[in-house]
């Protein structure tokens, strides 16, 4: 049985986490997690092209929501399609060519709440036609 294009690295080695933020820009919160978990397609496994992406992205999401239902924070990082993050990430991991690293989900628990964000907009909701 298939479970689509995508593999997953699981990272709790702290000298890996505390590396990861010269990669990623915006993975500081890396360096205070207690794991990640590295999100890749499979080129090799792709039958249909490009749907690699979808499943690394429905993946993460539902990673994300997942770390929210037990309590976990979580963050959703940035890989594909920057071409420097990719080779980089690809390096530091040793992985095969076939192997695109997508997303970085940072997992912890939170030190502080943030408050809800309303990011409905109205303006972009249409109904039965544009």
């Known amino acids: 049985m298939s479970l689509g294009y995508t593999q997953f690295i699981i990272i709790d080695d702290r000298k890996i986490l505390d590396a990861l933020p010269k990669f990623l820009p915006n993975g500081k919160m890396l360096t ?33 929501l997942a770390a929210h239902a037990i309590g976990l924070g979580a963050c959703w990082l940035g890989v594909f399609p920057k071409d420097e993050r990719i080779k980089n990430l690809q390096n530091f991991f040793k992985t095969p060519d076939n192997i695109i690293p997508f997303s970085v989900i940072s997992l912890g628990y939170p030190d502080e709440e943030s408050g809800k964000v309303d990011r409905y907009d109205d303006s972009i909701i249409h109904k039965n036609t544009w």
Do not use: F, P
């Open 32 to 64: 205070g997690a207690d794991k990640a978990i590295l999100v890749c397609g499979d080129l090799s496994r792709e039958k249909h092209k490009g749907y690699w992406m979808l499943d690394c992205s429905a993946a993460t999401q539902n990673m994300l």
